[in-house]
């Protein structure tokens, strides 16, 4: 079992960046994939980024180029580097770990970007 606790959260302007972590504790946190969703009020929870266990990345096509995803397994840490932001990102931003079975969640951490 794993636990998930985002941070990094916070308000910035369009154009600006943010660094979410999602901090996890628990055993074999390297045989997790990773991922990160944000739901914006009203909307559904989307996927943005996935960081498999051997690295591999994935992004949704509105994100690319401005999010980065990545691991440091050493620390139980993935990051979601966030650049270039804009209005529409703003969401509630959740990660995700799962080993080929349900999803373990984090609590979300609240990204606002401001026009």
């Known amino acids: 079992q794993v636990q998930l606790v985002e941070s990094g959260g916070g308000v910035v302007q369009a154009g600006g960046s943010l660094r979410l972590s999602c901090a996890a504790s628990?055993?074999?946190?390297?045989?997790?994939?990773v991922d990160w969703y944000r739901q914006a009020p009203g909307k559904q929870r989307d996927l943005v980024a996935t960081?498999?266990?051997?690295?591999?990345?994935m992004y949704a096509e509105s994100v690319k180029g401005r999010f980065t995803i990545s691991r440091d397994n050493a620390k139980n840490t993935v990051w979601l580097q966030m650049n270039s932001l804009k209005p529409e990102d703003t969401a509630v931003y959740y990660c995700?770990?799962?080993?080929?079975?349900?999803?373990?969640w984090g609590q979300g951490t609240q990204v606002t970007v401001s026009s």
């Open positions: 995700a770990a799962n080993s080929g079975g349900p999803n373990y």
């Open positions: 628990g055993s074999d946190f390297s045989m997790y994939a």
């Open positions: 960081i498999t266990s051997r690295g591999r990345t």
